[in-house]
C-alpha cells in the first residue's frame, strides 16, 4: 500500500552488516582525505592525485575529446574541474555537481611579525564567518606558500606531525576577565587580538629580539627574509585530527568538514559513477566562505573557459553553446547545511530542520529574510532529485537553514542558477558549523556519495 504519511526514520535503523560496514569503511577514507586537506591548496592536490590515479587527464594534454574520456582542468592550485565525457553533446546540458574546498580559517596579514610584551607573534585577519572566541587557547597549524620574488615557492605545513610545533591564541584568565565576561560574545575576542603566539628566546642582538630570532630559524630552515612574507599565503588552522565521535563510533568531529564533507562525497561519486549519456562535471571550487569571489571562486569565468575548452575539443563551435550548456543543465550545489543541535534547539524549526543521521539534506532554497539571496529551486526540479533519490534507495530529508527570520546563509547555487541551471542544494548537515571541530554523521556522509552518484547516473530531462 502507498504510504500516506511521509516517515522519517534513523538512517542507522534496519542496516545490514554489510551496508554498515560499507559506511564506516569509507568513512575511513574520509578522515584520511580531511587529515590531508586542510586547506584548499591541500585539498586541490589530494583531489588532483585522485582524479589521475583514477583516469583523469589534464584537459591541456589533449586535442581531442571523446565519449568515455576522463579530464580535469587545474585552476592555479585552488581549485578543480573535472568531466567525464557523456555521449550526448555538451549543448543539451550535463549532470554537474559543485562543492567548494575552502574553509573558515585565520590568514596571515601581510606583514604578519610583530614582539609584544617579550613575545613573537603573528598578526592574522580571519576568513570567513567564524566566533573569534573558538580560535583562543586550540592547537593551530600552519599551512600554505611563501613566493620568493625570483618566484621561487616554498610550501610550509607545520603542526600536523605529532614532532611538529604548534602555535596558540592566548585568551585571558578567567580571574581577570570581569570586563571582558560582561562584553557581548561577538565583541569579548576582537579581530585584531587573533595574534598568534610563536616564540620567546631572544637573539643576541637586542633590537626586536625575540623576533629577530624566529626570522634566523625560517631563515636557516626555509631560506626566507620578513619580505617574503608579503607575497606568501599562509593559513593558520586547527591542528586537531579528523576523530570518530562517540561511543558508537557513528559520528565525525573534524575541522573544515564544510566543505570538504561534500567535496569527498562528489569526488568518489565523480570517480565511481556508471557512465551516462549526459556529462558528468564535478568542481571543486574556492572563496565561497568569503561570496565566490576571485579567480579561483566559481562566479569567475574561469569554468566558462573551462567549459569553452571542452567545446573546442569535442568540436562543438557553434554560436551560444555556453548559454545551451548552462540552460540544459542540472546540478547538485553540495554544500553543507545545520544539523539540529540539541543544545540550541530554539533556532530551528523541528518540521523542517535536519538531523544527523537521517541522510542527505535537500535544501530548496537558501537564503534569509524572506528568501532573499536564495536560489529557490523548481518545484519540477525537487521532483527530479526525488525521484533519482527514492529510486535508488538514498534516504533524504527536506530542510530549511534554521527558523524564519532567525538568521540564514547561501551557496553557489544561485550563481550557477542566475546562468540558467537547475540548481538545488544538497549535502550533509553538520552541527557545529564553522567552528575548529565540526560534527557529521558517518550515515549522512555516505548517503551523500549514495545521492551524488545517483545523480550523476541519471538519463533522465527535468521535466517541465
Ligand atoms: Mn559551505
Ligand atoms: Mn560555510
Known amino acids: 500500500m502507498e504510504n500516506i504519511l511521509k516517515d522519517k526514520i534513523c538512517g542507522w535503523k534496519n542496516l545490514s552488516e554489510d551496508e554498515k560496514n560499507n559506511i564506516f569503511s569509507f568513512n575511513e577514507k574520509y578522515i584520511n582525505f580531511l587529515n590531508n586537506s586542510k586547506t584548499e591548496r591541500e585539498a586541490n592536490k589530494v583531489i588532483i592525485s585522485e582524479l589521475e590515479a583514477n583516469g583523469f587527464v589534464d ?105 611538529d610545533p604548534i602555535f596558540t591564541i592566548t585568551d585571558l584568565l578567567p580571574h581577570l576577565a570581569v570586563e571582558q565576561s560582561n562584553k557581548p560574545l561577538r565583541k569579548a575576542i576582537e579581530g585584531e587580538s587573533l595574534n598568534i603566539l610563536i616564540g620567546s628566546i631572544p637573539s643576541e642582538s637586542d633590537k626586536d629580539a625575540i623576533k629577530e630570532n624566529i626570522l634566523n630559524l625560517l631563515n636557516e630552515k626555509y631560506g626566507i627574509t620578513e619580505i617574503d612574507f608579503c607575497s606568501s599565503e599562509i593559513e593558520l588552522v586547527p591542528a586537531f585530527k579528523a576523530r570518530s565521535l562517540g561511543f558508537d563510533k557513528s559520528m565525525i568531529a573534524s575541522y573544515g568538514q564544510d566543505d570538504r564533507v561534500c567535496a569527498y562525497a562528489s569526488l568518489q561519486a565523480l570517480i565511481n559513477a556508471k557512465q551516462s549519456a549526459y556529462t558528468q562535471i564535478g568542481i571543486f571550487v574556492d ?130 542558477a542566475n546562468r540558467g541551471m537547475d540548481v538545488i542544494d544538497c549535502g550533509v548537515p553538520v552541527i557545529s558549523m564553522h567552528s575548529p571541530y565540526e560534527v557529521t554523521s558517518k550515515y549522512d556522509v555516505y548517503a551523500a556519495y549514495c545521492a551524488y552518484k545517483a545523480f550523476y547516473e541519471s538519463n533522465q530531462k527535468v521535466n517541465y
Not at 101 to 129: C, M, Q, V, W
Not at 356 to 365: C, L, M, T
Open 287 to 416: 572563496k565561497e566562505e568569503i561570496g565566490s569571489v576571485g579567480n579561483t571562486g566559481v562566479c569567475s569565468y574561469t569554468f566558462d573557459f573551462f567549459m569553452n575548452k571542452l567545446f573546442e575539443k569535442s568540436g562543438i563551435n557553434s554560436m551560444g553553446a555556453l548559454n545551451k550548456f548552462y540552460c540544459n543543465s542540472r546540478m547538485i550545489s553540495a554544500d553543507v547545511g545545520a544539523g539540529m543541535d540539541p543544545n540550541y534547539l530554539e533556532v530551528s524549526e523541528p518540521n523542517n530542520a535536519s538531523y544527523i543521521g537521517y541522510g542527505i539534506e535537500i535544501n530548496k532554497y537558501t537564503g534569509s529574510l524572506g528568501k532573499s539571496g536564495a536560489s529557490d529551486a523548481n518545484a519540477e526540479f525537487v521532483g527530479y532529485i526525488r525521484n533519482v533519490f527514492e529510486t535508488n534507495n538514498v534516504k533524504y530529508q527536506l530542510s530549511e537553514l534554521g527558523k524564519v527570520d532567525i538568521g540564514g546563509g547561501g551557496t553557489i547555487a544561485y550563481i550557477l
Open 59 to 163: 584537459i591541456n594534454n589533449l586535442d581531442y575529446i571523446n565519449a568515455g574520456d576522463k579530464v580535469y582542468y587545474n585552476n592555479r592550485g585552488k581549485s578543480v574541474f573535472a568531466a567525464v565525457i557523456g555521449s550526448e553533446s555538451l549543448e543539451n546540458g550535463v549532470n554537474m555537481i559543485g562543492a567548494h574546498i575552502d574553509s573558515p580559517r585565520l590568514d596571515l596579514k601581510p606583514n604578519p611579525f610583530y614582539e609584544d610584551a617579550k613575545l613573537a607573534l603573528l598578526k592574522t585577519h580571519y576568513y570567513g564567518g567564524i566566533k573569534k572566541y573558538q580560535w583562543t587557547t586550540i592547537p593551530l597549524s600552519m599551512h600554505g606558500i611563501i613566493v620568493k620574488a625570483n618566484g621561487e615557492k616554498i610550501s610550509i605545513s607545520i603542526g600536523e606531525d605529532e614532532n
